[in-house]
């Protein structure tokens, strides 16, 4: 594929924001190269493969793991044995991707053998198992069997596990991973209860994926009557990456207040105040403008506030310079 030159140039820029001490500078970068996809791949690639810091290299397969080129998968392959806990675990995400595919072979094994490994640390071998047993109890049966008297017990536990408890309270995480990557559960109060379990430390790529698949879902007939419950378990996403410090909610929660004619979720309100920023300040004044409900009037105003105090924005604020002409109540509501 031909990169133009102004593309690869803000590649070029994003890779480097991946090895960026500012975490939050690190998650738009992900958020950004995997919306550009296959184009930068080989870049990321290279990253993920070199000598660099680890969180660097962590981001960098998240970054991969987003974007799930076959191209990603031999540097994934090649990082399962790395010393860095959290690339091992991030290579691993990727090298899950392809369990079910024409790499099956080399992944299951590999995978297989970081699960049998004593001397590897929990999460990892934690990771590996949960990776494969997406082939299903009946494929990976004698590797669950020998597993069941491993010195850990979170090991022998994960493999004790039922499937239908991996997809709720066993495993919130499997149930995170399960829902960004095939599909939403029938439940939705399952997924809400995964993601306050787990959203703490759940891959960030998998919130976005379910904010995604819950938005999507909310203009389809088959949300039905339980549309109040999805909006809640996108809320629940939303707020699992602000408190994170992750950005990469931010155009959706903005977008969100844009098109709602009615009050959302209060968790919506707790993730802007959290992570919102300047771009997010008109959608809350509009809202304000529109608001018929005191109680939603009153938080959409906390929330401008919060923002305004986090960013630091004066009144000479492009902004705030358009927000105090057109809607100045909510400037002076401060």
């Not at 850990?152 to 995480?173: K, N, V, Y």
Request: with cysteine; hydrophobic share 50%.
């Amino acid at each position: 594929m031909a990169i133009k030159a102004s593309s690869s140039r803000q590649i070029d820029g994003l890779v480097t924001d991946l090895a960026s001490v500012d975490a939050v500078k690190r998650e738009a970068a992900i958020a950004r190269l995997t919306v550009l996809g296959a184009r930068a791949v080989e870049r990321v690639a290279t990253l993920a493969a070199s000598t660099a810091a680890g969180p660097a290299r962590t981001a960098a397969f998240r970054t991969l793991e987003g974007i799930a080129d076959p191209r990603g998968f031999e540097p994934a392959l090649h990082a399962l044995a790395d010393a860095d806990q959290g690339v091992a675990v991030a290579a691993i995400a990727v090298v899950r991707l392809f369990v079910r595919s024409a790499r099956a072979a080399a992944a299951v094994d590999r995978l297989t053998a970081v699960t049998l490994d004593r001397r590897r640390p929990e999460p990892v071998r934690l990771a590996a198992l949960r990776a494969l047993r997406d082939l299903g109890v009946a494929t990976i049966a004698p590797l669950l069997k020998s597993l069941s008297a491993d010195p850990s017990q979170a090991i022998r536990g994960a493999a004790a596990a039922p499937p239908a408890q991996r997809l709720t309270e066993r495993d919130p995480l499997d149930a995170i991973a399960h829902a960004a990557n095939e599909g939403l559960p029938e439940d939705p109060d399952a997924i809400r209860l995964a993601i306050v379990q787990a959203g703490g430390i759940a891959p960030l790529p998998h919130l976005l994926k379910i904010v995604e698949r819950v938005r999507d879902r909310a203009g389809s007939p088959a949300s039905g009557r339980r549309g109040d419950n999805w909006a809640a378990v996108r809320a629940s996403a939303h707020v699992a990456l602000a408190e994170r410090d992750s950005r990469l909610g931010v155009y959706d929660l903005r977008e969100s207040l844009e098109r709602s004619r009615a009050p959302l979720p209060v968790e919506f309100l707790t993730a802007l105040s959290l992570v919102g920023d300047a771009s997010c300040l008109e959608a809350i004044a509009r809202a304000h403008a529109d608001a018929r409900d005191a109680w939603w009037r009153d938080h959409l105003a906390r929330a401008f506030q919060a923002i305004v105090t986090r960013e630091r924005l004066t009144k000479r604020h492009a902004a705030m310079k358009r927000i105090a002409k057109k809607w100045p109540g909510i400037v002076g509501s401060r």
